[in-house]
């Protein structure tokens, strides 16, 4: 009954997971880092960072000896459970930076939001297991997505858009595992239009010339578009278009628009809303290929990239350790995401499978836009950098969906 | 087969992250940017501006210490800036907004609080300061003024604009940059270079250490002291003979073009430029708009020559050939130079002039004829008059001289092109015929007019004249050590020169004859008016004088203008003179001249437009 198979445990990814925990904690060390720094201390944040450590790694045991048909049987309880955190969070969580997204116990600070990733991927993956779930049906459709955008929508009431984002890479998962290519269409475009309208902003005429343009661009694409399609395609864009417009400028606060502005490059602002990418860039340049070593970073030292342990932790690496640090970084969790996807495409229960790809997914959304937002090229929001970031709630949940992802590779058969 | 996609899509985006990455990182870490990182505090070694000196070694202007108090915003108790506000003598809101001001540019680094502190009030201050956090002094250092005198010539120096600092990537907020003057045209040259050291700060803003070891620092480069060409004494001299004229002094050394006296009147305090109440001040002396202290004259003024630009007709008329020494023109009180048009002239009826004579009595008939001969010497008036264009500019006239401050004006000399558009084509030398006594369009500054003088002294030829005759451990601009000629030549010269002895001699300025000195010169005396509310009124005539001395090996070339002075004989010829004597003698002897110049009063004269609704002109 047992399914304990150790030989089976994916050890190449343990290993990469260690290095980069490993990482995660000497950066935090160096950027938090002043003189006379007591080695094991809750009032530091290394001292923090490294207890989680040590949480982790016991739940992380915890998982791999655990019954994995357990996460298959309680996930709806589970995802119950999660969705009354996400709501009693609203209620009785601790405000920090203008966010209800923490409970506070005995010190230490949880986010449930975090932990609502694991819960979702499982809620979702024991949906879509089911025999009958067949993705190509428009009720299952609307559940699966409901599974998603419950979560979502609490958490960026909150408001934490961060982490909310994180969730849309369960609609990626969706796609890889069947939903039509319709919706990807739609998303893809969606996304070009809202660059375009947010870059081109009230030039009208310049919009709609772009439009055509991208337009005439994706009916020589998809040379079978039927007309009623293209309708579809138009309306659905010029209404997009105008909740963009009203969105961005009647909705969104002047810092939200400053950000987009900054990274699509319509703003220059050094000094004010975008001084955290800029000094974070100048800490990458100043990294030069070997960097200026550890606890040398003149950037990291003054800490002078705010929140330098926390989301911007990518910046220290890129100063101390260089272009050769930050390349070893990306390369260990391309190869960790990778490893993900090619193993559970042998996975042959669906399940374990579609948890895989969601953790993989995850991950991959994590790395990609905490990277990109650090070296300038996407908004500033708060995501931390998986398994490096200093934060409980954030390591814990990773390994969680790592401690997942062992757990669930090491099981290839369908057993029930 | 979409997790190939998935895959392909994981190895794209990490692909673009390891570019952008590569980018930064290895492609375009350039140092400069990284030296603006907010971890890097860096400490300027600023060069004491440099000195002026006159061309005899006198020291002109210099430094002063003064002192700064400097603030920052982050360690400002606001509990403190009622007390700070009384200590400092300022209001609390005045206090409140500055240091807004100051936290604008940073919360963390100093900022000016109050600039240019005394060392008296820097004593006071001093004392109280420790009882807050947040303030400190910086010590620094501004212009000081032995004479006081040439204030627009030397310029002054103010704080850089934020304009500046965005274009100029050498100056900082809160540094000094020469704004007028020779402070402006020399500022690299008076400012040297700052040195700059690169510091490691904690996050507490303290510094760690040197970054790097200092290897970006650059070291501090001395400015240089400069000689000026001006002889002070002269120009003090000058000053106090235009005492309640307006008008201007400009005196050159031909052989050198090296300017010896700039006089402006009114002239002001340089050193109400410098310091605290600059801008005050400064705005003061641009309400006089009767005057116009801040408007150089002897550089920016445009008047119309008068008589002294007969001078140039006369030798175009001899190189043009249309007339000799000798050659003769009948004058009538004046002439018909067109039907019913009379040129009037001062000279008897029916008297018969040559050159020298026409020279020495300036008599408006003779060089009206020359003007005429020379214009129609030519196929079509167009052509002559380009021709004799072409010859006036080659004094320096309708240009920029090429002197080495950063204001002037070019004056106007009209060309063929000018009188088609005005006259539509229908037009000869009798229409143009007042150019030739310089009036009608013709307008000159007072410093072509003394270069003039020069080239006359030179026997055509000049140097730009300037105001810089060394530059410590460095040469002035080989400009001016270039001749350039005239297109007369040089044994043209010599009967105008006699005939410009002779207007001293025996002429319209005999009242300016020096003892042992052979002045030659040129009487003008300039019609001119202005429009008041819309309508144009005469005013009295400008008095000017153009000469050298001494007239056998001149030394000096002088043009003495003086607004509204009626006849050139009156006060520009006698102030020239003493000019002269001064110079050549160090010192002078026909005390009753002095006497009478300098307690020559003009104001009314100037007062006259603006209080009388009809007033009598040329008294």
């Known amino acids: 009954m047992n399914s304990l198979n150790i030989k089976k445990f994916d050890f190449v990814s343990i290993s990469i997971v260690s290095l980069l925990i490993m990482i995660g904690l000497v950066n935090i060390y160096s950027s938090t880092y002043f003189d006379n720094m007591s080695f094991f201390s809750f009032k530091n944040p290394f001292g923090k960072q490294l207890i989680f450590t040590l949480i982790s790694l016991i739940i992380f045991l915890f998982i791999l000896v655990s019954d994995d048909r357990f996460f298959f049987r309680y996930s709806s309880i589970i995802y119950l459970i999660g969705i009354i955190l996400l709501i009693a969070v609203l209620i009785f969580g601790n405000e920090v930076k203008g966010a209800k997204s923490w409970f506070s116990l005995m010190g230490f600070s949880l986010q449930p939001s975090e932990f609502m990733k694991p819960i979702t991927a499982l809620a979702l993956a024991k949906y879509l297991s089911n025999i009958n779930s067949d993705l190509k049906r428009k009720s299952i459709q609307l559940y699966s997505f409901l599974i998603v955008l419950i979560p979502i929508f609490l958490i960026i009431i909150q408001p934490d858009p961060g982490t909310a984002l994180i969730y849309f890479s369960f609609f990626f998962v969706l796609y890889v595992i069947g939903l039509p290519s319709t919706y990807m269409n739609i998303f893809i475009w969606l996304t070009i239009l809202f660059i375009t309208t947010i870059v081109v902003g009230k030039q009208n005429i310049l919009f709609i010339i772009s439009t055509l343009i991208i337009s005439i661009l994706l009916i020589y694409i998809y040379r079978k578009l039927s007309f009623r399609k293209f309708l579809f395609y138009g309306i659905l ?145 708060g995501i931390p950098l998986p398994f490096i970031s200093y934060g409980g709630s954030s390591l814990l949940a990773s390994i969680i969906l790592f401690g997942g992802y062992i757990k669930l590779d090491s099981v290839k058969k369908e057993k029930w | 087969m979409r997790d190939k996609l998935f895959q392909i899509i994981v190895i794209i985006i990490s692909v673009l992250l390891i570019i952008k990455l590569f980018d930064l990182q290895i492609i375009n870490n350039n140092s400069s940017q990284i030296l603006e990182r907010a ?98 002094i910086q010590k620094k250092s501004k212009r000081k003024y032995n004479f006081q005198t040439a204030s627009n010539l030397f310029g002054y120096i103010s704080e850089v604009n934020t304009y500046e600092i965005d274009t100029n990537p050498y100056y900082r907020a809160g540094e000094m940059i020469g704004r007028q003057g020779l402070e402006k045209s020399y500022e690299k040259v008076l400012r040297g270079k700052k040195g700059v050291k690169y510091f490691q700060k904690d996050k507490f803003n303290r510094i760690i250490s040197k970054y790097k070891n200092g290897i970006y620092d650059s070291l501090m480069i001395p400015a240089k002291n400069i000689d000026v060409t001006l002889d002070i004494e002269l120009q003090v001299y000058g000053d106090s ?138 196929k079509t ?169 001494p007239a056998e090996d001149p030394e000096i070339a002088i043009c003495v203008f003086i607004e509204n002075g009626y006849w050139g004989t009156r006060w520009a010829a006698p102030i020239s003179s003493l000019i002269a004597e001064k110079y050549l003698n160090r010192n002078v002897e026909r005390k009753w001249l002095e006497n009478y110049i300098l307690n020559g009063n003009l104001k009314e004269e100037y007062m006259k437009p603006y209080i009388y609704e009809n007033f009598t002109i040329n008294e």
Not at chain 1, 366 to 373: E, G, H, R, T, V
Not at chain 2, 77 to 96: A, G, M, V, W, Y
């Open chain 2, 241 to 378: 003979l235009m005492k309640n004229k307006f008008g201007s002094i400009i005196a050159i050394e031909p052989k050198s073009g090296e300017i010896l006296a700039l006089v402006n009147s009114p002239g002001y305090d340089p050193s109400l430029l410098v310091g605290r109440d600059r801008s005050v001040n400064y705005n003061n002396l641009n309400l006089d708009s009767i005057g116009k202290p801040l408007f150089e004259r002897g550089l920016q003024g445009q008047y119309p020559p008068g008589s002294t630009f007969k001078i140039i007709n006369a030798l175009i008329g001899l190189q043009e050939n249309v007339i000799r020494e000798e050659t003769v023109f009948r004058c009538n009180g004046g002439h018909f130079y067109a039907k019913n048009a009379f040129m009037k002239c001062h000279t008897n009826l029916e008297t018969y002039t040559n050159l020298n004579n026409a020279i020495y009595t300036s008599c408006n008939t003779y060089f009206a004829k020359t003007y005429k001969e020379i214009i129609e010497n030519y």
């Open chain 1, 237 to 381: 864009s010029l209404i997009f278009i105008l909740c963009v417009d009203f969105i961005f400028n009647e909705v969104f606060e002047q810092r939200h628009r400053d950000r987009f502005d900054i990274v699509l490059g319509i703003k220059e602002d050094n000094r004010g809303i975008g001084y955290n990418t800029n000094q974070s860039q100048l800490a990458f340049k100043s990294g030069g290929f070997f960097g200026e070593g550890f606890l040398k970073g003149t950037q990291t030292k003054g800490d002078f990239v705010p929140e330098q342990h926390s989301d911007y932790i990518f910046a220290t690496i890129g100063e101390e350790w260089g272009f050769f640090g930050s390349i070893l970084t990306i390369i260990l969790f391309t190869i960790l995401i990778l490893r993900m996807i090619s193993r559970a495409n042998t996975n042959r229960n669906i399940f374990n499978k579609i948890v895989i790809y969601s953790v993989a997914s995850i991950f991959f959304f994590q790395f990609a836009i905490n990277i990109s937002m650090v070296i300038g090229v996407f908004p500033t929001v």
């Open chain 2, 381 to 549: 008036s167009s052509i002559g008059l380009d021709k004799w264009k072409d010859y006036v500019t080659s004094f320096g006239f309708g240009n920029f001289l090429g002197y080495d401050h950063p204001t002037g004006k070019r004056g106007f000399i009209p060309s063929s092109d000018y009188y088609n558009r005005w006259y539509k084509n229908s037009w000869e030398a009798s229409t143009t015929i007042s150019n030739s006594i310089g009036q009608g369009e013709v307008l000159t500054t007072p410093i072509q007019l003394a270069n003039f003088a020069a080239i006359i002294a030179n026997k055509g030829w000049y140097i730009s004249p300037h105001f810089v005759k060394n530059i410590e451990n460095d040469s002035i601009d080989k400009n001016y050590k270039k001749i350039k000629k005239t297109l007369i030549s040089e044994k043209h010269f010599d009967p105008i020169i006699k005939g410009m002895i002779d207007v001293v001699e025996k002429g319209t300025a005999q009242n300016s004859k020096i003892k042992g000195i052979t002045l030659a010169g040129k009487t003008g005396t300039a019609e001119n008016f202005i429009k008041i509310n819309g309508k144009r009124k005469q005013l009295t005539d400008h008095s000017i004088f153009i000469g050298f001395a």
């Open chain 2, 39 to 136: 971890s890097i505090q860096k400490v300027y070694d600023f060069p004491e501006r440099g000195y002026i000196y006159d061309r005899n070694k006198k020291l002109i202007v210099y430094n002063e210490p003064y002192y700064d108090l400097m603030i920052i915003p982050k360690d400002i108790k606001i509990s403190d800036s009622l007390s700070i506000s009384n200590e400092i003598n300022i209001t609390s809101r005045d206090f409140l907004n500055r240091l807004n001001k100051a936290k604008k540019y940073s919360a963390v680094k100093p900022s000016i609080l109050i600039s240019g502190i005394t060392k008296n009030e820097y004593a006071n201050i001093q004392e109280k300061l420790w009882k807050f956090s947040g303030l400190f």
